[in-house]
């Protein structure tokens, strides 16, 4: 009845074979889910549905879109992810990921905090100490060695969760029954650092520490595990392969114990522990280095127990997330602190950003605000940092305050752990480039040290935006005793003195803990590469190194007592008062600080020039002394060992050196001076005056009278370089004759000749004649200014039958360069 309608019903009922393919494939996938085969009625309503994203049951998964409490599509987007997979607060912490050589422990190693209640003190020496003989695996039986271990010449190539595949093997001797007293050592975990056991008496073990990976350097970290332990018995630990000669253990530093039972059932955590401490050289002479050893006896508490030693306190990559993801799942501190990637390390582990700051009310407040950036952990053994930047984040996050007003006036970017490889893997100081990283933060290369390369520029775009008023970077010292900085002379006549205010509050504010008397602020040329020294050159006047000691403290309350976990924490607290102090409106203590620096600086100087035996008036011209010259250089670190490119480019780079010296072209070695330019220009022009003249003698005859001399350049040369090197320029002589004027040959030989004679009356037999004209012997005297040579200023070898061969030409006029 109605053809035109039948036609589009029979269209309507044939399927599309192309649509039909296209929802075979999203389901598939999963993105749809229905009949394969919809009328075309269905396919209307599928695209009304997708237009407005609304309709309860769409065909279509999105994960971008959110729901609400009754399960209705909202019309707007999640928000986006970071650009790296971040932990959730439901979801399990990112698991370390190990270097494919590196063999791991299944095991998860927790540790609780506390505090002594009694300060512990510095071991004193009774000079009765044992010194043990070192015997080596030769007289001893080894209990335990790593052998999973990346050797020297090798570099890294790959990382993954749980390091090395396959089955992990069981390294400790197996015990023979439960009378083996033998223990049992571990290292394989987070932060172990411990290579080879050997037991050389009963109750008496050597030991060798790991180098920092691909590296054959820095030996200082220890941390490891014994299990099988017997109570009431003296058991002797020597580490034999450190490398510093001067250690804190020689001024009554103790290592670390942590007993596993006495956690459990007393509370108690890490404590000092030690007696016969004796830091010595090692005698075993094998043609490398020079090593030292560590020795000391102890009394474990208990049968059967568990036991750590440890160089300081641990502080692990997963105790940081853990620490991180306390503070992101609590609804007020996540308010203020953002958490977020900086960048992924070389083994692909987060390096977290912090951004602490109150929520402004404007964006001119926020414009306003000045930044502070603080990091650790950039020398992964020196975990003293770590348990500072702790301390801060505690006092910065809490709801004090104090610490509201600092997020107020105030932006914080904190990089809590700079070389998160370092730390998981037990490095002392270099991260998997096997390169110390605070000598690389002018690096250009990016993919050899992403964390330092990220940090630098995250600060270079932090200045393009506002003035960041401190920058300080926290470390662990294992030579001094106290906490101290290292800073930046300011080259600032305006801003004398005032990098060195805020470590002066800072000593005011905790004197018992640090000393402004070992602080330095001295830049040194090695020091070039360091984060403080770079953040300097960016424009960061207040730029700083913070080392606290692995030691204690040797100042007042705190005399000759190591520091707690405690004692460093507070010290974070102290940097938050000390910053509210130097940014105080009121600046009385900021000008009272200054004074007494200038008073402490004149000081030094007297007694700089009193050790050197000399007296100076200071009075005006004082302050105009160079800092540097008044100060020593910071203790000498072995960093710059550990400098130049990564390990992974050395090879490479050898190569090309190699590939350059052999298509290499030898050039001509440039003049330096104005004198030697002269000197050359002079026997150039010489050459060239020679070639003409005997060119145009022998145009005219003359070839026959006149002998060429082989002789003639040296001679020339050499009194040349002699006599003509004081001779000044004749600017009207410059062009000697006329152009239109002729040679005469005859004028020319009979001048030759006679001035010969002249020469040979005057001249000692077999005596060079000079290059240059004679000059009178009295300098008072001086040449006829009318008087000009009648002769040109061509030339001529010559030479005389039964005389010794001389050289004369006329005087020569040269062009200086100016």
């Given at each position: 009845?109605?053809?035109?309608?039948?036609?589009?019903?029979?269209?309507?009922?044939?399927?599309?074979?192309?649509?039909?393919?296209?929802y075979?494939?999203?389901?598939?996938?999963?993105?749809?889910?229905?009949?394969?085969?919809?009328?075309?009625?269905?396919h209307?309503?599928?695209?009304?549905?997708?237009?407005?994203?609304?309709?309860?049951?769409?065909?279509?998964?999105s994960r971008?879109?959110?729901?609400?409490?009754?399960?209705?599509?909202?019309?707007?987007?999640?928000?986006?992810?970071?650009?790296f997979?971040?932990?959730?607060?439901?979801?399990?912490l990112?698991?370390?990921?190990?270097p494919?050589?590196?063999?791991?422990i299944?095991?998860?190693?927790?540790?609780?905090?506390?505090?002594p209640?009694?300060?512990?003190?510095?071991?004193?020496?009774?000079?009765?100490?044992?010194?043990p003989?070192?015997?080596?695996?030769?007289?001893?039986?080894?209990?335990y060695?790593l052998?999973?271990?990346?050797?020297?010449?090798?570099?890294?190539?790959?990382?993954?969760?749980?390091?090395?595949?396959?089955?992990?093997?069981?390294?400790?001797?197996?015990?023979?029954?439960p009378?083996?007293?033998t223990?049992l050592f571990e290292?394989?975990f987070?932060?172990g650092?411990?290579?080879?056991?050997?037991?050389?008496d009963?109750?008496?073990?050597?030991?060798?520490?790991?180098?920092d990976l691909?590296?054959?350097?820095?030996?200082?970290?220890?941390?490891?595990?014994?299990?099988?332990?017997?109570?009431d018995v003296?058991?002797?630990?020597?580490?034999?392969?450190?490398?510093k000669?001067?250690?804190?253990?020689?001024?009554?530093?103790?290592?670390?114990?942590?007993?596993?039972?006495?956690?459990?059932?007393?509370?108690?955590?890490w404590?000092?522990?030690?007696?016969?401490?004796?830091y010595?050289?090692?005698?075993?002479e094998d043609?490398?280095?020079?090593?030292y050893?560590?020795?000391w006896?102890?009394?474990f508490?208990?049968?059967?127990?568990?036991?750590?030693?440890?160089h300081?306190?641990?502080?692990?990559?997963?105790?940081l997330?853990?620490?991180?993801?306390?503070v992101a799942?609590?609804p007020?501190?996540?308010?203020?602190c953002?958490?977020r990637?900086?960048?992924?390390?070389?083994?692909?582990?987060?390096?977290?950003?912090?951004?602490?700051?109150?929520?402004?009310?404007?964006p001119?407040?926020?414009?306003?605000?000045?930044?502070?950036?603080?990091?650790?952990?950039?020398?992964?053994?020196?975990?003293?940092?770590?348990?500072?930047?702790?301390?801060?984040?505690?006092?910065?996050?809490?709801?004090?305050?104090?610490?509201?007003?600092?997020?107020d006036?105030?932006?914080?970017?904190?990089v809590?752990?700079?070389?998160p490889?370092g730390?998981?893997?037990?490095?002392?100081?270099c991260?998997?480039?096997g390169?110390?990283?605070?000598r690389?933060?002018?690096?250009?290369?990016k993919?050899?040290?992403?964390?330092?390369?990220?940090t630098?520029?995250?600060?270079k775009?932090?200045?393009?935006?506002?003035?960041?008023?401190?920058?300080?970077?926290?470390?662990g010292?294992?030579?001094?005793n106290?906490?101290?900085?290292y800073g930046?002379?300011?080259?600032d006549?305006?801003?004398w003195?005032h990098?060195r205010v805020?470590?002066?509050?800072?000593?005011?504010?905790?004197?018992?803990?640090?000393s402004?008397?070992s602080?330095?602020f001295?830049?040194?040329?090695?020091k070039?590469?360091?984060?403080?020294?770079?953040m300097?050159?960016?424009?960061?006047?207040?730029?700083?190194?913070?080392?606290s000691?692995?030691?204690?403290?040797?100042?007042?309350?705190?005399r000759?007592?190591?520091?707690?976990?405690?004692?460093?924490?507070?010290?974070?607290?102290?940097?938050?008062?000390?910053?509210?102090?130097?940014?105080d409106?009121?600046?009385?203590?900021f000008i009272?600080?200054l004074?007494?620096?200038?008073e402490l600086?004149q000081?030094?100087?007297?007694?700089?020039?009193n050790?050197l035996?000399?007296?100076?008036d200071?009075?005006?011209?004082?302050?105009?002394?160079?800092?540097?010259?008044?100060?020593?250089s910071?203790?000498?670190?072995?960093?710059?060992l550990?400098?130049?490119?990564?390990?992974?480019?050395?090879n490479?780079?050898?190569?090309?050196?190699?590939?350059?010296?052999?298509?290499?072209k030898?050039?001509?070695?440039?003049?330096?001076?104005?004198k030697?330019?002269?000197?050359?220009?002079?026997k150039?022009?010489l050459?060239?005056?020679?070639k003409?003249?005997?060119?145009i003698?022998?145009?005219?005859?003359?070839?026959?009278?006149?002998?060429?001399?082989?002789?003639?350049?040296?001679n020339?040369?050499?009194?040349n370089?002699?006599?003509m090197?004081?001779?000044?320029?004749r600017?009207?002589?410059?062009?000697?004759r006329?152009?239109?004027?002729?040679?005469?040959?005859?004028?020319m030989?009979?001048?030759?000749?006679?001035?010969?004679?002249?020469?040979m009356?005057t001249?000692?037999?077999?005596?060079?004649v000079?290059?240059?004209?004679?000059?009178?012997?009295?300098?008072?005297?001086?040449?006829?200014?009318?008087?000009?040579?009648?002769?040109?200023?061509?030339?001529?070898p010559?030479?005389?039958?039964g005389?010794?061969?001389?050289?004369?030409?006329?005087s020569?006029?040269?062009?200086?360069?100016?």
């Amino acid at each position: 009845m109605f053809p035109a309608l039948e036609t589009e019903l029979k269209q309507e009922t044939l399927p599309d074979p192309y649509e039909d393919f296209m929802y075979h494939h999203l389901q598939y996938y999963g993105y749809f889910k229905g009949p394969t085969c919809l009328p075309s009625t269905m396919h209307r309503q599928i695209e009304a549905v997708s237009r407005d994203s609304l309709m309860i049951g769409s065909p279509l998964k999105s994960r971008q879109l959110l729901h609400d409490e009754f399960g209705e599509v909202q019309p707007c987007l999640r928000e986006p992810r970071d650009l790296f997979a971040f932990f959730s607060s439901s979801g399990p912490l990112q698991a370390p990921r190990w270097p494919i050589e590196c063999e791991v422990i299944k095991e998860s190693l927790c540790h609780i905090e506390w505090v002594p209640p009694q300060p512990e003190y510095f071991y004193q020496p009774t000079g009765n100490e044992k010194l043990p003989e070192i015997v080596g695996e030769e007289k001893g039986t080894v209990v335990y060695q790593l052998d999973s271990v990346p050797t020297e010449g090798s570099y890294f190539t790959s990382a993954r969760v749980g390091g090395k595949r396959g089955i992990i093997r069981e390294l400790a001797v197996t015990l023979q029954g439960p009378e083996d007293n033998t223990l049992l050592f571990e290292s394989r975990f987070e932060s172990g650092n411990l290579q080879k056991a050997v037991r050389v008496d009963t109750y008496e073990y050597e030991l060798t520490l790991r180098t920092d990976l691909y590296t054959n350097k820095h030996t200082q970290w220890f941390y490891f595990r014994v299990q099988n332990t017997r109570k009431d018995v003296t058991y002797r630990f020597t580490i034999v392969n450190l490398l510093k000669p001067k250690s804190l253990y020689t001024v009554g530093m103790k290592p670390l114990m942590y007993s596993q039972l006495d956690a459990n059932t007393h509370n108690i955590g890490w404590r000092r522990e030690g007696k016969e401490i004796r830091y010595f050289k090692n005698n075993t002479e094998d043609g490398q280095q020079p090593f030292y050893c560590l020795t000391w006896t102890i009394q474990f508490p208990h049968d059967q127990d568990t036991c750590f030693f440890a160089h300081f306190y641990p502080y692990t990559y997963t105790d940081l997330q853990c620490y991180l993801l306390s503070v992101a799942n609590n609804p007020v501190q996540s308010q203020f602190c953002k958490l977020r990637t900086l960048c992924r390390s070389l083994a692909g582990n987060t390096v977290y950003l912090l951004t602490i700051t109150n929520p402004s009310r404007t964006p001119q407040e926020a414009a306003a605000k000045k930044a502070v950036v603080l990091s650790a952990r950039v020398h992964p053994g020196e975990s003293n940092g770590s348990w500072i930047m702790k301390g801060f984040l505690d006092f910065i996050l809490s709801n004090s305050p104090d610490a509201q007003l600092l997020r107020d006036i105030f932006i914080f970017k904190v990089v809590p752990m700079l070389n998160p490889d370092g730390v998981i893997v037990g490095n002392y100081r270099c991260s998997l480039a096997g390169r110390d990283l605070n000598r690389h933060y002018k690096t250009v290369l990016k993919e050899s040290f992403p964390c330092i390369w990220y940090t630098r520029n995250m600060i270079k775009r932090l200045l393009e935006e506002r003035e960041v008023l401190l920058y300080c970077d926290f470390h662990g010292h294992s030579r001094k005793n106290n906490i101290f900085v290292y800073g930046c002379n300011s080259n600032d006549h305006k801003y004398w003195l005032h990098e060195r205010v805020f470590p002066l509050m800072l000593s005011k504010n905790a004197p018992d803990k640090f000393s402004f008397q070992s602080c330095n602020f001295k830049v040194q040329k090695c020091k070039e590469g360091t984060g403080r020294v770079v953040m300097w050159r960016m424009g960061i006047l207040n730029s700083y190194t913070m080392e606290s000691t692995f030691g204690g403290s040797t100042l007042g309350n705190k005399r000759d007592t190591h520091f707690t976990t405690e004692d460093l924490k507070s010290l974070g607290y102290h940097v938050c008062d000390t910053l509210l102090d130097f940014c105080d409106p009121d600046r009385t203590k900021f000008i009272q600080c200054l004074a007494e620096l200038k008073e402490l600086l004149q000081q030094e100087i007297h007694k700089k020039f009193n050790e050197l035996g000399q007296d100076m008036d200071l009075e005006g011209s004082w302050s105009d002394i160079s800092l540097s010259d008044i100060e020593s250089s910071t203790s000498g670190s072995d960093s710059s060992l550990s400098d130049g490119l990564p390990v992974h480019l050395l090879n490479i780079a050898h190569e090309v050196n190699q590939k350059k010296k052999m298509y290499k072209k030898k050039k001509k070695k440039p003049l330096q001076t104005r004198k030697q330019r002269n000197e050359q220009y002079q026997k150039n022009n010489l050459m060239r005056e020679l070639k003409l003249t005997e060119d145009i003698l022998e145009r005219a005859g003359f070839a026959s009278t006149l002998q060429k001399q082989p002789t003639f350049f040296r001679n020339s040369e050499n009194a040349n370089s002699s006599t003509m090197r004081n001779e000044k320029p004749r600017l009207n002589e410059l062009h000697g004759r006329d152009k239109g004027s002729s040679l005469d040959p005859s004028k020319m030989t009979s001048l030759i000749l006679t001035k010969n004679k002249e020469r040979m009356q005057t001249e000692k037999p077999g005596f060079t004649v000079s290059c240059s004209p004679k000059r009178s012997t009295n300098p008072s005297q001086e040449p006829v200014p009318d008087m000009k040579p009648s002769w040109s200023r061509n030339t001529y070898p010559a030479t005389k039958r039964g005389c010794t061969a001389m050289t004369v030409y006329p005087s020569l006029h040269i062009y200086t360069y100016p």
